[in-house]
């Protein structure tokens, strides 16, 4: 005869730190969705500029763009939503929602290392011809993370599993 192990409940978080964990989330995920933006405006400008000087700043904006902002920023999202989704109702992988979002955040991340960072550091050392490549990621970034939003909001399709 086996003994049978009691299923754990998943840990909830007290109320207020749910909330602190919340907020932060809500504020590093907008705050990267502006970066974004911003990154792409910059981007365009640079891109699209005669001025050599104008372009070369813009492309020292982005790097500065990326570290100061992007990089924290979405590792804080990163963080606090699975924190979220292991301190609540919601889960990691339960929902399609929760766990579509947390492979759109992923992706926003692999862009920025594999992609964003690779070509604004080959514009700052004058190689040229990424300008192209560097709107396109940033534009993608955008949707991605204005897609990941409206999911928060809409809480679409089921669960994934039954808890």
Same mark, same amino acid.
């Given at each position: 005869?086996?003994?049978?192990?009691?299923?754990?409940?998943?840990?909830?978080?007290?109320?207020?730190?749910?909330?602190?964990?919340?907020?932060?989330?809500?504020?590093?995920?907008?705050?990267?969705?502006?970066?974004? !933006?911003?990154? /792409?405006? &910059?981007? *365009?400008? $640079? #891109?699209?500029?005669?001025? +050599?000087?104008? %372009? @070369?700043?813009?492309?020292?904006?982005?790097?500065?763009?990326?570290?100061?902002?992007?990089?924290?920023?979405?590792?804080?999202?990163?963080?606090?939503?699975?924190?979220?989704?292991?301190?609540?109702?919601?889960?990691?992988?339960?929902?399609?929602?929760?766990?579509?979002?947390? !492979?759109?955040? /992923?992706? &926003?991340? *692999?862009? $920025? #290392?594999?992609?964003?960072? +690779?070509?604004? %550091? @080959?514009?700052?050392?004058?190689?040229?011809?990424?300008?192209?490549?560097?709107?396109?990621?940033?534009?993608?970034?955008?949707?991605?993370?204005?897609?990941?939003?409206?999911?928060?909001?809409?809480?679409?399709?089921?669960?994934?599993?039954?808890?």
């Amino acid at each position: 005869m086996s003994v049978a192990t009691p299923i754990r409940a998943p840990r909830r978080m007290a109320p207020a730190v749910r909330r602190a964990v919340l907020t932060t989330h809500i504020i590093a995920s907008v705050g990267l969705l502006g970066d974004s !933006a911003g990154f /792409l405006a &910059v981007a *365009v400008r $640079g #891109a699209t500029t005669d001025d +050599p000087e104008l %372009a @070369a700043a813009s492309y020292e904006v982005l790097d500065m763009f990326s570290l100061v902002f992007g990089i924290p920023l979405s590792l804080v999202a990163l963080a606090s939503g699975v924190a979220l989704g292991l301190g609540s109702k919601w889960g990691v992988l339960r929902h399609v929602w929760v766990a579509a979002k947390l !492979a759109l955040l /992923l992706s &926003v991340i *692999v862009v $920025g #290392a594999l992609v964003i960072g +690779p070509a604004t %550091a @080959a514009m700052r050392a004058g190689d040229g011809g990424r300008e192209t490549v560097l709107i396109a990621a940033a534009a993608y970034d955008v949707v991605v993370l204005a897609l990941a939003t409206g999911l928060s909001v809409f809480k679409p399709g089921g669960r994934l599993r039954r808890a």
